[in-house]
Structures are given as C-alpha cells and as structure tokens.
C-alpha cells in the first residue's frame, strides 16, 4: 500500500477513460467512470446487435448451408464511445498490459456466467498479419484471448488462424469496403486443434474419434467489433477448413461446431 501511494505521488495514475488523477483504491477508471461505463449486457440476449452484423455477414458468406450451422452468439463489454476509446486503445497502441489484461479478465468472468459462453471449448485470437505483429511486438487480441481462456478454463490457440494477406487499416472503410479488405484473409491451421483435442482424448475428456472435433464451440476474440467483417472471415475459413478436414459422414459433426465471437469493446450501431 504504502509503495503504491509513493509510486502515485511519482508517476500519477490517470483515469483511462477522462484522464482524472486516480486514488490508490481506484483502478484504470475512476470511480465516476466506472459507474458510467456503457456495459452492453449482450452477453444475456442470443439475438443482440452485434450477433446479428455478424450472423448476418456468415450467412451471406454461407448461402442456402447456414440453416444447419448453429448460430454464432456475440457478446462485448462495453460500447466503444466516448473516454472508453481508451480502454482498448491503451493497450493497442500504448502496451498498457495491466490495463488491458484487467478488462480481459472482466469479460471472461461475464462470459463464464453467461449461459451462452459457459460452454466454449476453444478460444481463438483473431491474429495480425506478421508484419503487423512484429511492428507492434505482440497482437493485442491474443493478450485478450489467454485472459478470457484461463477464465473459462480452457485452451487457447493462438496459432489456428494466420492473417495471410496484409489488408489495409480498417479505420476509414465503410462496411462493404471492410467486408471485401479481409475476404479470403485468413489461413487456418487445424494441426494445434487436432493436437488439443487428441490430449483431451488421452485425459479420458473426449472419444479421440472425430479427430479434431472434440471442439464444439470456438470462441473468437478481438479487441473491438466494428463490422464484424473480420470476424464473420475468420469463421469462413475455419469452416472451409473443417470441411475440408472432415469428409463424408464427419462432415456433419464438423457444421455442428458453433463458432461466436467477444471482444471488449462493440461500436455503437
Ligand atoms: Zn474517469
């Protein structure tokens, strides 16, 4: 206590969202900001904004197939607006670790109590492309990705998905112009899902037979939710590649994988 009043006198803390100097019981929002932060409560409704932008964009990627596909729940924090920009910001830009692993924790532990995520079985960063990654030294949505796994307790693969095209920033793209940057974007490896899921085997947690599909629900993370143009990719070239993986009488068990998405943050639509 007495080394964290010091250190505040040396270095203030500020309040991530209005920039107010923090007290030494406050952490990363002051108290007022906290109180305001606009929470989606997504996480309780199935059918919620940022579940229909993304089952809307899988399904025109789907066609007439998606009727048998179970529908993809998507859940955030809170809203991206106003001071709470920074939240995400933070750690994206600045390498605010602390801050960002802290509201990683907080959507895990929402996402642990909502009936719609108490059952994922995968967590799934959606990945950088290398060059990116290697400017910035570590992919945000990875730092988020292992939080919200240890809160759900279960694995994280970080190397499922790899971004193989190099797509421009989203930031001044409108919806059709995201959706045609990052088609075809992704590259998935299923080996890491293979290989997890012939652990789980031998852990007498799973049959080992269906190879590889002793996942059935995948989470997807990100720090931010715009389109969901990103995401609803990333879900297309997982089930491009579990079909692929799967033929014949598997095929069924591979449709049956629900694939969702959460991230801290959702743009207000
Ligand atoms: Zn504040």
């Known amino acids: 206590m007495i080394w964290k009043v010091i250190a505040?006198?040396?270095?203030?803390r500020t309040c991530l969202a209005c920039g107010a100097e923090l007290g030494p019981e406050e952490e990363h929002l002051c108290e007022s900001c906290w109180k305001d932060l606009p929470r989606t409560r997504y996480w309780k409704?199935?059918?919620?904004?940022?579940a229909e932008s993304f089952n809307s964009l899988v399904q025109r990627n789907m066609g007439e197939d998606v009727r048998y596909q179970p529908y993809g729940y998507a859940?955030?924090?809170y809203l991206y607006k106003g001071g709470y920009r920074e939240i995400s910001k933070a750690l994206k830009y600045r390498r605010n670790f602390a801050a960002?692993?802290?509201f990683a924790r907080m959507l895990g532990t929402t996402l642990a109590g909502s009936q719609y995520f108490q059952d994922v079985d995968l967590v799934v960063p959606i990945p950088l492309h290398w060059t990116r990654r290697w400017?910035?030294?570590?992919n945000q949505?990875?730092?988020?990705?292992?939080?919200v796994a240890a809160c759900l307790g279960c694995p994280c693969d970080t190397r499922l998905l790899k971004r193989t095209r190099h797509t421009r920033t989203q930031t001044h793209l409108n919806a059709e112009g995201r959706a045609s940057n990052v088609a075809g974007a992704f590259q998935v490896n299923l080996r890491g899902w293979s290989k997890l899921s012939g652990k789980m085997a031998k852990n007498g947690e799973g049959d080992g037979v269906s190879e590889g599909l002793r996942f059935r629900h995948c989470l997807l993370i990100d720090d931010v939710f715009t389109t969901g143009s990103t995401a609803a990719s990333c879900e297309r070239a997982i089930r491009a590649a579990l079909r692929t993986a799967t033929p014949g009488r598997n095929s069924n068990n591979a449709r049956r994988v629900r694939i969702s998405v959460a991230t801290l943050a959702c743009v207000e639509r």
């Open 8 to 12: 505040d006198l040396l270095m203030p």
């Open 75 to 77: 859940a955030s924090l």
């Open 141 to 147: 949505a990875a730092v988020i990705a292992r939080e």
């Open 45 to 50: 409704l199935r059918e919620n904004p940022m």
């Open 100 to 102: 960002g692993r802290y």
């Open 135 to 138: 400017q910035r030294g570590y």
